[in-house]
């Protein structure tokens, strides 16, 4: 079986500083990894996504993570935090042949200070 | 392209009653997933259906059920309601197995 730990549930960082959200994964075969991002009231939505093609993953609105298979962490940064990145944030895991089941984090609320 | 979309955004029901989510994917995904997210204990896998047949399922009692049409839209029913089945119901749909889940608004369902 699958899982991802957050750790953190609330992070805060000034505006203009680096954001760093961690995420470690426990699986048994290669999986897939994704964040996303929810806003209040709000579905989902995906900032980046490994699928084993590179270990670096860029996504949307300056975000990237790192695939450390040593680590097995999936950590997601951005260098200079944005009053808009105030949202939460989920780590996600899903294997090969294991359908579209997403297996979550516990989320990590990001707050972001002027 | 149009979203995902999820009927309806709101809904209160009594006790004992049942309910009826309805969630019409992304013109041309094939699978369908639900997610029951609480304060209590997150964002939780309910069942996926591709292609009409249900293809994973989560670890939630069978008064949660679903289904899915010809058409690809899902409906998910939960009968006999509790106080804890409240909750924000997400339904996601994809186009191939592994890649991107598009996520709908989702359905606040407040039992009282």
């Not at chain 1, 989902?44 to 609105?61: C, D, E, H, P, R």
């Not at chain 1, 808009?84 to 359908?99: H, I, M, N, P, R």
């Not at chain 2, 009927?7 to 006790?15: D, N, S, V």
């Not at chain 2, 804890?84 to 890649?99: F, I, P, R």
């Amino acid at each position: 079986a699958q899982s991802v730990t957050q750790l953190g549930s609330h992070v805060s960082v000034s505006e203009g500083a680096l954001v760093l959200l961690r995420c470690n994964y426990s699986s048994s075969v290669p999986p897939y990894l994704f964040w996303y991002v929810q806003y209040p009231n709000q579905g989902l939505q995906l900032l980046l996504k490994y699928t084993s093609a590179a270990t670096l993953v860029k996504g949307i609105n300056g975000f990237e993570a790192e695939f450390k298979k040593s680590e097995t962490s999936f950590h997601l940064t951005k260098p200079s935090a944005h009053m808009s990145d105030a949202a939460e944030y989920f780590c996600a895991v899903t294997l090969k042949g294991g359908g579209n089941k997403l297996t979550f984090g516990t989320g990590t609320q990001l707050k972001v200070e002027l | 392209k149009a979203g995902v979309t999820q009927t309806p955004r709101y809904l209160i029901k009594t006790r004992g009653q049942q309910v009826t989510l309805s969630c019409s994917p992304i013109s041309g995904h094939r699978s369908v997933s639900w997610y029951q997210q609480t304060p209590g204990q997150g964002l939780q896998f309910l069942f996926e259906y591709f292609s009409e047949t249900q293809r994973n399922k989560g670890n939630f009692p069978g008064r949660f059920s679903g289904r899915q049409f010809s058409n690809s839209r899902s409906e998910m029913n939960v009968s006999t309601l509790e106080l804890g089945d409240s909750a924000l119901y997400l339904c996601a749909s994809s186009l191939e197995e592994n890649t991107e889940a598009f996520f709908g608004q989702g359905t606040r369902l407040t039992v009282v």
